[in-house]
DNA sequence: GGTTTGACCATAA
DNA sequence: CTTATGGCCAAAC
């Protein structure tokens, strides 16, 4: 993209929602664009999320998959490592191939 | 105010 | 399994 998310406005009610995921838990892009009311905006969670300050350590970021219980993370490679580990962390297993093991199970709604 | 860009999604081939 | 396509829409430029 030609710039940066930063600031408040949508990135903020997606850092909420995403805070609501309790621990041990995941949930999906399009999931919390539902939350948020506009079920079509999936993308502006990963958008969101991809302008997540650092600072941030109380959005569980890494709880986010895809659709299909994936890790999804395409540009900054490094961070979906860090995801893998920080939902090992939590207790959820993920495969070699970046699937979270009981997605349907996890899923939270 | 038009263009570009995405940590998406569903479907099709 | 991969690639392509269309749709969706906020934010940055």
Redesign the pocket.
Known sequence: ???????P???ERVYQVVGRVPFGRVA???DVAAALG?P????????A????PADRDDVP??R?V???GRV?????GS?SDR?ILLLQAEGIEVDT?GRVVDFARLRHR
């Open positions: 993209m030609t710039g940066r998310v930063t600031g406005g949508f990135n999906t892009y399009g506009s079509t905006v999936a993308r502006h969670v990963g958008f999320l991809a302008a997540l970021w890494h986010i895809n659709a299909k999804s993370i395409r540009s900054h961070r995801q191939t």
